[in-house]
């Protein structure tokens, strides 16, 4: 069994920031956590899901162009845990948030979060 648990969603005022925080548990825990890919993405009302940022398991990262430069994806092996850092945040930013780890063997591999709300009003 895989379990993604996401935390540190909530209701946060325009320009104020949240870290939103990923544990994994089960067979993907331990070692085996670091030759995954983690991702966050995230899904707003009506709209398709989509990937907010990306950390391969060699540390490379990758964003959306829509949070590109106040958002920070980080990862620590030692603790299973994917984390992301959002700054100056916005209304357009309110979505369900969820974490992915990904294996690309002989065949792709996803695992994902239940997710948590992001809530971005005054």
């Known amino acids: 069994q895989v379990q993604l648990v996401e935390s540190g969603g909530g209701l946060v005022q325009p320009g104020g920031s949240l870290r939103l925080s990923c544990a994994a548990s089960g067979s993907i825990s331990g070692s085996i956590f670091s030759i995954y890919d983690m991702g966050w993405y995230r899904q707003a009302p009506g709209k398709q899901r989509e990937l907010v940022a990306a950390?391969?398991?060699?540390?490379?990262?990758s964003y959306a162009e829509s949070v590109k430069g106040r958002s920070a994806i980080s990862r620590d092996n030692a603790k299973n845990t994917v984390s992301l850092q959002m700054n100056s945040l916005k209304p357009e930013d309110t979505a369900v948030y969820y974490c992915?780890?990904?294996?690309?063997?002989?065949?792709?591999?996803?695992?994902w979060g239940q997710g948590t709300q992001v809530t971005v009003s005054s």
């Open positions: 950390i391969t398991s060699g540390g490379s990262t």
């Open positions: 992915n780890a990904k294996f690309m063997g002989i065949y792709r591999v996803d695992y």
